[in-house]
């Protein structure tokens, strides 16, 4: 009986509980973590969390008689592969199916147990935010695209200042204007249309820029994309271009996230520069 | 819910179960995963779950428990089997009670979780469930602050010593050992370079930091500690607290070479 129980809570830890690191230590990027759906077969969905390397997932689908079930994997690593041209790398590891004590009662270790069924994989399929998810249950595969479950906006949060940066890569054929490079201390507001939000900083002088820039949510990240008017504070009336940040992480202390900036050339085609913004709220 | 529960919440003492809170804005989406009374995975959700707008009161369940409560319908659903199937049913939920949770008085990181099933009610206290740190991801270079000062002043009169209202260079670097970090920024003003030197803590899907904090200068090394620390690939931010000042912040925006 003791060996049985020791095999057991040891099934359990290895579905619920202690993680081992992967051969191939790399955080899934963007962060995954989140619900995910499939807009196609509304009513299931899988949880992702990211903590390190390691993810922690749970599908909540529906057996054969259509009643809610759920499968865990706590292992889901970085396997070092690719799937093809349009699928990125390849997190996977062991999915369970568990038993355990009734939610009603007191905890009863005997009734645990962690049955391994199968396993799963997720990929981000490039260069949409979606994720391909292939799992197996005792043979039977399935095979999704999901995408990240969105309800709410995390916009509110921004308002505010900030000491942080816009910084925004060049090189010598691809230039970002000068009002965007090596910003500092600027200030997040409501803009004056529903959804907007005005990014001000000082370029020099009494000379300023304004982005105002359109929020989405998507999953548990932001963008904002909009255009950038520069000039003699108030007058910013000369348009630098358009900025879109994307990856917003938003807490109440502060953001970060990635930019772009698709620059003119002189040849009246456009190149693209990075970079990435943020700091700690004030 | 503020700090953001999102993330994994288990109860140590009841293992095998779970919660998944997952926040936008100002709504969660909570996820049970239980058991039914034959043993067998069975989950429940509600969604959304929303500021209560009053506090956990003895009647919900635990005493002494004065944090703000939010709530929401419980749903119970059925729906197409996983495998697939040629004329799969239509999606069905039913509401078959309420969940509520509120952060404990004592452990401002662990859950109460009230919830009923019908007639059938469980009372259970979480906390954020971890299995690995976000340290790697903090190393890096930074354009940010540290923004700290008292809290009947406005911050550009009276920064703390370590702090400054304007932006700041801050470089994270591994410590000694392998849980510790080492934060170093310099505030420009008559405070030469600070360094501060911490333990990391990883509690669910937030970072913790407490350590000390020594500015050429100043002989007397002061005790810093973040709490709330959201690390991400971009950039990091926490709430500092230094005794003597108002809670402020520490972090910023990772600069990509």
């Not at chain 2, 998944?20 to 989406?29: D, L, P, R």
């Not at chain 2, 452990?107 to 340290?135: D, E, F, H, I």
């Not at chain 2, 903090?138 to 002043?153: E, F, K, R």
């Not at chain 2, 911050?155 to 470089?171: G, K, N, R, V």
């Amino acid at each position: 009986m003791g060996a049985r129980l020791r095999a057991i809570r040891a099934a359990i830890v290895t579905a619920l509980g202690l993680m081992m690191a992967g051969a191939h230590a790399a955080p899934m990027t963007p962060d995954p973590t989140g619900m995910w759906y499939d807009p196609a077969q509304p009513g299931w969905g899988m949880s992702l969390t990211q903590q390190g390397e390691t993810i922690f997932a749970v599908l909540f689908v529906y057996d054969a008689n259509h009643n809610p079930q759920w499968f865990v994997a706590s292992n889901v690593v970085d396997t070092g592969q690719v799937m093809n041209m349009l699928v990125g790398e390849v997190y996977s590891g062991p999915l369970y199916r568990t038993t355990g004590p009734a939610y009603a009662v007191p905890s009863d270790p005997a009734t645990l147990s962690a049955t391994p069924v199968g396993t799963i994989q997720i990929a981000y399929v490039q260069p949409t935010n979606n994720i391909s998810l292939a799992y197996s249950v005792n043979g039977t595969t399935v095979t999704k695209t999901v995408q990240a479950q969105t309800w709410g906006s995390n916009a509110a949060q921004l308002a505010g200042s900030f000491n942080g940066a816009i910084l925004i890569g060049s090189t010598m054929s691809c230039q970002a204007p000068a009002p965007l490079q090596q910003v500092s201390n600027f200030t997040l507001s409501q803009g004056a249309a529903p959804g907007t939000l005005n990014v001000t900083w000082g370029s020099g002088i009494d000379v300023g820029c304004m982005m105002t820039g359109t929020y989405a949510q998507q999953g548990q990240f932001g963008t904002l994309t909009g255009p950038v008017m520069c000039g003699p504070i108030p007058n910013l009336i000369a348009n630098v271009g358009t900025l879109t940040i994307t990856q917003m992480t938003i807490a109440p202390t502060g953001f970060s996230g990635y930019l772009n900036y698709p620059s003119p050339m002189a040849n009246g085609s456009s190149c693209t520069v990075g970079g990435t913004i943020g700091g700690v709220k004030v | 819910m503020s700090p953001d529960p999102t993330g994994m919440w288990y109860d140590p003492s009841h293992p095998g179960w779970g919660m998944s809170v997952t926040q936008q804005g100002e709504t969660m989406f909570v996820a049970l995963f239980v058991y039914d009374g034959s043993h067998q995975p069975l989950w429940f959700v509600a969604s959304p779950v929303l500021d209560a707008g009053r506090a956990w009161q003895p009647s919900d369940g635990f005493s002494g428990n004065p944090g703000e409560l939010y709530s929401g319908t419980l749903y119970q659903t059925t729906g197409m089997y996983f495998g697939d199937e040629p004329l799969p049913p239509a999606m069905k939920a039913n509401a078959v009670g309420m969940l509520a949770m509120a952060y404990t008085a004592d452990n401002p990181r662990a859950l109460s979780v009230r919830y009923n099933v019908g007639t059938t009610a469980v009372l259970k206290t979480v906390q954020a469930q971890t299995w690995m740190p976000n340290l790697a991801a903090l190393a890096g270079n930074y354009t940010g602050g540290v923004s700290i000062h008292p809290c009947a002043c406005f911050p550009e009169m009276c920064d703390s010593p370590i702090s400054s209202h304007t932006a700041l260079q801050l470089t994270v670097t591994a410590g000694s050992s392998p849980s510790t970090v080492q934060i170093a920024w310099n505030p420009g003003s008559s405070t030469g370079a600070c360094r501060y030197t911490a333990t990391y803590v990883q509690d669910g899907q937030l970072g913790a930091l407490k350590g000390s904090v020594a500015c050429d200068g100043n002989s007397t090394a002061l005790p810093l500690t973040v709490s709330n620390l959201a690390v991400s690939a971009s950039g990091f931010s926490g709430v500092a607290n230094l005794p003597g000042f108002c809670p402020g912040s520490i972090g910023g925006v990772r600069v990509i070479q």
